[in-house]
């Protein structure tokens, strides 16, 4: 495994895998601190493509000045060893001036679709999301990129753009994985303290909440927001909701009456680390 750290290394690396027979090459983006959800895209992008680059950056754009940007975890000996355990052809792990030059004034940015939810909760968070990706993909070039399904709106957001921006790559979207209470992975759950901890499935458990309430035919949305809430403040009074929102899968318009699948999203903000989770509830169309 080759860990390159400047923009022409890893288009000199993709290029040689390239000459030397790599038919896909897949690019897995991430901050580090790397747990199962980053390994189960990894572990699928080796298993679909000839070579797997995973890019290490902490995007300091994404962060507004209020969040975590200078506390988030970076433990780059760890994360490298993972990657060579998993099969990785190559790191990319630039420095914030390798990314951001001094002059650096461009940016990505997609409307709509960031205008609910993460995007209202965290002002330019998605500019800084996009800009950086947009970047990624055209220094990797790859032809698959790998997200996780627990960031589904980050999903919805880089799919739009790569499909207005016709760029040239598949977006792969692969399932949340989940600590064995329920709990999503995620670098941010090393921030939470013992109660908060104890606290954390209940985001899940809503979740499931949820789907059963409009499995067994509850169609208001409202009615399942305002029961997902009271969970919330029973079993994790540690924390405060950022938003509970029922959502149309492919547009993110928040939903009133549910007529078919939709995706049940929420934030909660806990003194330590505020986190998210997401779950698609499909409605058959016998039950709509
Ligand atoms: O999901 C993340 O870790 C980040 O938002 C990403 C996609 C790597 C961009 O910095």
Excluded at 54 to 61: D, K
Excluded at 68 to 77: G, L, Q, T, W
Excluded at 100 to 111: I, K, Q, R, T
């Amino acid at each position: 495994m080759k860990v390159a750290k400047t923009i022409d290394d890893i288009r000199r690396l993709v290029a040689d895998a390239r000459v030397g027979g790599a038919g896909l090459v897949g690019l897995v983006p991430t901050m580090g601190a790397l747990h199962e959800g980053h390994f189960s895209l990894i572990d699928a992008a080796a298993g679909e493509c000839d070579f797997v680059v995973v890019s290490i950056f902490v995007n300091p754009t994404q962060f507004a000045p209020n969040e975590d940007y200078r506390s988030y975890p970076r433990p780059v000996k760890n994360d490298l060893s993972g990657c060579e355990s998993h099969g990785v052809g190559a790191v990319f792990a630039p420095s914030a001036g390798e990314m951001y030059p001094d002059g650096f004034a461009a940016a990505v940015s997609v409307s709509g679709l960031t205008e609910t939810m993460e995007g209202n909760c965290r002002l330019g968070h998605f500019g800084g999301v996009c800009t950086v990706v947009a970047k990624l993909f055209n220094i990797v070039g790859p032809d698959v990129a790998y997200f996780g399904a627990k960031d589904y709106q980050q999903a919805a957001v880089i799919r739009k753009m790569v499909a207005d921006l016709d760029m040239p790559l598949r977006i792969a979207v692969c399932p949340t994985v989940r600590e064995a209470d329920g709990l999503a992975m995620s670098s941010r759950n090393a921030y939470l303290d013992d109660d908060e901890r104890t606290q954390s499935p209940v985001l899940y458990e809503s979740l499931q909440l949820a789907e059963r309430l409009i499995r067994e035919g509850e169609r208001n949305a409202a009615s399942v927001i305002e029961s997902v809430r009271s969970l919330l403040a029973d079993n994790a009074p540690l924390g405060k909701a950022d938003y509970v929102a029922i959502v149309d899968p492919d547009n993110l318009a928040a939903v009133e009456e549910i007529k078919g699948d939709v995706v049940v999203a929420l934030a909660v903000k806990f003194p330590s680390a505020r986190l998210i989770d997401n779950m698609r509830v499909d409605v058959p169309k016998a039950n709509r």
